[in-house]
T-cell receptor, first 112, second 115 residues
Framework: KQEVTQIPAALSVPEGENLVLNCSFT??????LQWFRQDPGKGLTSLLL???SQREQTSGRLNASLDKSSGRSTLYIAASQPGDSATYLC???????????WGAGTKLIIKP | GAGVSQSPSNKVTEKGKDVELRCDPI?????LYWYRQSLGQGLEFLIY????????KSGLPSDRFSAERTGGSVSTLTIQRTQQEDSAVYLC?????????????FGSGTQLSVL
């Protein structure tokens, strides 16, 4: 059974630092992996989607990587800003199933 | 519409009452999901609609939960005889349903509080 883990559950860093959020999974047979951002009281916003054949995707200050063999994905945030404060969740789609398997998220706080 | 719309944004109800939660997906999206998110937890899959196919109800936690999708667009999640453990944020998402490598677009959710 596929399991998705995000560690740490919470992270606080000073503004301006580069940081990495981690997502690990137990079964390498995946179709894709997505990173989402959730702000308090809001829904989720898709940030990046990495297909199983890809190793990374970039959008602005965000870079997501995927290493299926080690069961890991990372979300790299460069030059962090207070506006980056949110909960970041990863979710993956396994085999041909449309369902997403979700991590519990990492709550990120960027201190001004 | 421009995005996924959910209503109400907040719902407070008494234990034992029925509630209906509404989701308007992005126009043209054939796939629609309902998720539940409890405080500090990941998302729990509830139900999935894809076009005219029979919905996947495998995530519904009990027979008090049901969902419909009328005309392939608007969906309603109904919880009968609500219990305190039903308190959570209920999220709706839609996608084009055209490929497995597609993004999901989420609504802002309905915060349900059962007293």
């Amino acid at each position: 059974k596929q399991e998705v883990t995000q560690i740490p559950a919470a992270l606080s860093v000073p503004e301006g630092e580069n940081l990495v959020l981690n997502c690990s999974f137990t079964d390498s047979a995946i179709y894709n992996l997505q990173w989402f951002r959730q702000d308090p009281g809001k829904g989720l916003t898709s940030l990046l989607l990495i297909q199983s054949s890809q190793r990374e995707q970039t959008s602005g200050r965000l870079n997501a990587s995927l290493d299926k063999s080690s069961g890991r994905s990372t979300l790299y945030i460069a030059a962090s800003q207070p506006g980056d404060s949110a909960t970041y969740l990863c979710a993956l789609r396994g085999d041909s199933n449309y369902q997403l398997i979700w991590g519990a998220g990492t709550k990120l706080i960027i201190k001004p | 519409g421009a995005g996924v719309s959910q209503s109400p944004s907040n719902k407070v109800t008494e234990k034992g009452k029925d509630v209906e939660l509404r989701c308007d997906p992005i126009s043209g999206h054939t796939a629609l999901y309902w998720y539940r998110q409890s405080l500090g937890q990941g998302l729990e899959f509830l139900i999935y609609f894809q076009g005219n196919s029979a919905p996947d109800k495998s995530g519904l936690p009990s027979d008090r939960f049901s969902a419909e999708r009328t005309g392939g667009s608007v969906s309603t999640l109904t919880i009968q005889r609500t219990q305190q453990e039903d308190s959570a944020v209920y999220l709706c998402a839609s996608s084009s349903g055209q490929a497995t490598n597609e993004k999901l677009f989420f609504g802002s959710g309905t915060q349900l509080s059962v007293l």
